[in-house]
């Protein structure tokens, strides 16, 4: 039997298979997933700042995109699995209200997505799925079983990929 | 700077709490005038939450809700989100025009960008009355979307001081129909605006 584990915000949960993760209503937050084919080693972390460097509470680190890769990839190496193998699926990072004169914190969104992006890259992990950007929520689920991240919106619909 | 938001028993929060409790009393006289009914106000709650709890004050991060958005300009800067869930969000456009039937067409979203603007527009001027700081709020941003992605916004601004979202739950009751309105204030400081907000109070971080 698989089980549905829950991820919730500034979180971090790593499963093998057959669990599968999930989190709940993404907005400009960004749901980071990681998994290695190989062992079906699964790991989603949901994140809601780029980055740790420049906070003074930053004791969570789940919270910010740097730490939270970070702790995923110990996390889920002491499963089995292996950094060279993992390939990660990213969604979130939406701008829930737009106003026509923008500030950098509105953006916060778009800078949570970029700073993911780039420490994947630094990482050497592809990415394989990048649903990020819009000016609306979403829920994932991410398979333990194939890799496959279920996208669901309120009101744009359902996806896989 | 030393925002610190964790103990219940900090100046700051108590000092957050009290200007969030005059805000909200001015927005629901607001809300009373504008309609022109009687309007009880239950006393506001105002508590510190994990990042977690907020969305299940309003039936979980899936719920779909009408979060109404404004940014604070002037003296200080920052924003301000006025949260509804569905049924509070129709009662409260029914209050103000009562309708045959409740859908989020244009006509709600505009009554509900309308009414929140006064609300939060009331709300933050006893906020400038309080602190002799000259603010005003920007035009309404209006979404309709799942509760966990609406607050993330205010989670997030939170989330660079603290573990925890202050809230302040707002229920207004329009006496002759007993429609009840229950809706969440959030304001929420930018960083480097919560020492003068605080130090116009006389309070010194």
Known sequence: ?161 | MGIQFDSMNNIVLDVLREIGNIGAGNAATSLAKMIDKKVDMKVPVVKLLDFDQVPDLLGGPEQVVCGIFFKIEGDMTGSIMFVLDQTSAFNLVDLLMPRENAEFDEFTVSALKEIGNILAGSYIASLSGLTNLKIKISIPALAIDMAGAILSVPAIHFGQVSDNVLIIQNEFIEVLEAKSVDGYFFLIPDLDSYEILLGSLGVTL
């Open chain 1, 1 to 161: 039997m698989s089980t549905m584990i829950k991820v919730g915000m500034a979180d971090l949960k790593v499963v093998s298979y057959p669990d599968a993760l999930t989190t709940l209503g993404l907005g400009s937050c960004v749901g980071i997933c990681l998994y290695d084919a190989t062992t079906r080693v699964t790991g989603m972390a949901h994140i809601m700042l780029p980055s740790s460097k420049a906070i003074r509470k930053n004791e969570n680190v789940a919270k910010f995109a740097d730490t939270a890769i970070d702790e995923l990839i110990v996390q889920m190496e002491k499963l089995g699995a292996k950094k060279s193998r993992f390939t990660a699926k990213i969604a979130g990072g939406a701008q829930m209200f737009s106003f026509s004169s923008q500030n950098e914190s509105m953006k916060i969104g778009e800078r949570n997505a970029e700073a993911v992006r780039d420490i994947l890259k630094q990482y050497g992990i592809p990415i394989k799925a990048d649903d990020t950007g819009g000016n609306f929520g979403r829920t994932i689920e991410f398979f333990s079983e194939n890799g496959k991240l279920l996208i669901k919106t309120a009101g744009k619909g359902i996806k896989e990929v």
